[in-house]
């Protein structure tokens, strides 16, 4: 593990839940962050390298996980991914998905 721990949030579009995640943690000291998204309409979209890159993935849902793992299926050693369960009801910065964030 890198000597700050590089986390990257992933969510479908990297619209809301993801890049918020980013933004939140962007300044914390403690760690390296990045977002990305799993869908081809993605403002970002999660590429190889982003998962080489990362120490830990943090997904907003299950489903971001099983495509992860499906699209990558050739690659040997994924890093650790744990899923937040954060549906995707919230805006980007919503005061309340910052809130699940944190916790």
């Known amino acids: 593990m890198a000597s700050r721990p590089r986390i990257l949030f992933i969510c479908s579009r990297n ?13 914390d000291p403690r760690l390296e962050v990045r977002s990305a ?18 120490d830990v993935v943090l997904v907003m849902e299950p489903k971001h996980a099983r495509r992860i793992r499906q699209q990558s299926r050739k690659t040997t050693s ?3 991914i744990y ?21």
């Open 37 to 54: 998204g799993t869908s081809e309409k993605s403002a970002r979209r999660l590429t190889a390298r982003d998962l080489d890159w990362a």
């Open 15 to 27: 619209q809301w839940r993801s890049p918020t995640a980013e933004a939140v943690y962007r300044k």
């Open 83 to 103: 899923s937040l369960d954060i549906p995707d009801e919230y805006q980007r910065m919503d005061p309340v998905l910052v809130q699940l964030l944190r916790a």
């Open 78 to 80: 994924l890093p650790p």
